[in-house]
């Protein structure tokens, strides 16, 4: 497996943009394809993006599509998520999470975790 860490998470204003970063260590990225994923108090984890492992791919769930941009740097071991146009309803903990292969983006079909990120955004 893979250890992730996220970071960048914080206070913005409804309107602004916000970078969260995902550092990974133990084994190289360029062998996962990696997503983020977020979860707001009392509601089920939720699928945000996803790039494959050369970064060809993304993909985005309709919520955030034409706001949040995945990219990554395999050189560097690092996933970035770059939100634009942020919105009250995007506050959660954000997650970054690896799997093998591509195609599917539920929870469970990725096998490692950050610990999550805090993004508030206000109105």
């Known amino acids: 497996q893979v250890q992730l860490v996220e970071s960048g998470g914080g206070l913005v204003q409804a309107g602004g943009s916000l970078r969260l970063s995902c550092a990974a260590s133990?084994?190289?990225?360029?062998?996962?394809?990696m997503g983020w994923f977020r979860q707001a108090p009392g509601k089920e984890r939720e699928f945000v993006g996803a790039i494959s492992k050369s970064g060809g791919s993304t993909y985005y769930a309709d919520s955030v599509k034409g706001r949040f941009t995945i990219s990554r740097d395999n050189a560097k071991n690092t996933v970035d998520l770059q939100m634009n146009w942020v919105k009250p309803e995007d506050t959660a903990v954000y997650f970054c999470?690896?799997?093998w292969g591509w195609g599917a983006f539920d929870p469970t079909d990725f096998d490692s975790w950050g610990q999550g990120t805090q993004v508030t955004v206000s109105s």
């Open positions: 133990g084994r190289t990225t360029s062998r996962y394809a």
């Open positions: 999470a690896a799997r």
